[in-house]
């Protein structure tokens, strides 16, 4: 049972690049979310999904897109990537919605 | 605009002694208001959760207070030992769990 995996754990980007986090969870989790960790912000919303095909904008989803195609993966997209994104980003899943998150390791993500 | 506000911003307690961490929230749909517990290099896991029908709950070391009618709750960690520094973060839900801004909390020995 490996709980939440993120991948990469670390990337650097040049600005203007596009790249895929990628999130998987094998607890069965209905609700996914990703949250980018900066200091003094604390963690704050993307985007979150109630299950497979639905998705939703959490505080600050402008630049990333995702979808949920299966319950299992969540993944994140930097359609074109600014240094404001330089982030550490969280993948987090849970059996309903914000209730117990489990959270991934973490992506440390660098644009130049 | 930070729906969660959190203070202080970074706290440092004697070993032995109480942490105490603040939180304010304005939509009082909310009706889940979680606590989590960071060190460095991990993801944040749950430590302790309260729902507003209740105004107190306590697990070992750590407490929630809950003020429904002025909209704020705090965790108490009593007896704070080295092994709890950490970054602490409150949050709240309504359909999805927004956080606060983090407190770096440091216990001396």
């Known amino acids: 049972n490996a709980g939440v995996t993120q991948t990469p754990k670390f990337q650097v980007l040049k600005t203007g690049q596009s790249m895929t986090l990628q999130c998987a969870q094998d607890m069965n989790h209905e609700y996914m979310s990703w949250y980018r960790q900066d200091p003094g912000m604390g963690l704050r919303l993307i985007h979150y999904?109630?299950?497979?095909?639905?998705?939703d904008q959490g505080e600050v989803p402008n630049g990333y897109n995702v979808s949920r195609s299966t319950t299992e993966d969540f993944p994140l997209r930097l359609l074109s990537a600014a240094p404001s994104q330089t982030s550490v980003y969280f993948c987090?899943?849970?059996?309903?919605?914000?209730?117990?998150?489990?959270f991934g390791s973490g992506t440390q993500l660098s644009v130049l | 605009q930070q729906q969660v506000k959190q203070s202080p911003q970074s706290l440092i307690v004697q070993k032995g002694g109480i942490s105490i961490i603040n939180c304010a929230y304005e939509?009082?749909?909310?009706?889940?208001f979680p606590w989590y517990q960071q060190f460095p290099g991990k993801g944040p896991a749950l430590l302790i959760a309260?729902?507003?029908?209740?105004s107190e709950k306590k697990e070992g070391r750590f407490t929630i207070s809950f003020n429904k009618s002025a909209k704020q709750f705090s965790l108490h960690i009593m007896d704070s030992q080295p092994g709890d520094s950490a970054t602490y973060f409150c949050?709240?839900?309504?359909?999805?769990?927004?956080f606060g801004a983090g407190t770096r909390l440091a216990v001396h020995p």
């Open positions: 999904s109630v299950g497979a095909g639905i998705t």
């Open positions: 939509n009082t749909a909310f009706d889940y």
């Open positions: 949050a709240a839900r309504r359909n999805k769990l927004i």
């Open positions: 309260i729902r507003p029908d209740v």
């Open positions: 987090a899943s849970s059996y309903s919605a914000g209730e117990k998150l489990f």
